[in-house]
C-alpha cells in the first residue's frame, strides 16, 4: 500500500478501510458455513462473497486513482 501524500490520503484511507472489511470477509469463511444445514447459517455464505467481489473493486479503483502504483491488496 502506497505511503499518502496530500491528496492521496482520502484514498489511502479509503484503501485501509476497504482492506479491513476484507480481511474480515475472508475470516468468516463462507465455505463452512455452506457445510451447515441451513437453518444453522450464521450469514449468507453467498453475501460473503458477493462483499469480497464488491471490495476487491474498490481496492482496484483505488489503485487506478492512485495511478496504479501499489501491489495486490491483503
Do not use: C, K
Not at 15 to 20: G, M
Not at 46 to 60: F, K
Amino acid at each position: 500500500m502506497n505511503v499518502p501524500n496530500g491528496e492521496d490520503d482520502v484514498l489511502y484511507e479509503l484503501r485501509a478501510e476497504v482492506e479491513i472489511e476484507l480481511i474480515t470477509a475472508e475470516a468468516s469463511r463462507p465455505e463452512e458455513e455452506m457445510e451447515l444445514p441451513v437453518t444453522d447459517w450464521l450469514f449468507d455464505p453467498t453475501d460473503v462473497e458477493r462483499e469480497e467481489i464488491g471490495l476487491r473493486g474498490l481496492i482496484d479503483a483505488a489503485e487506478e486513482l492512485e495511478g496504479g502504483h501499489g501491489g495486490q491488496g491483503a
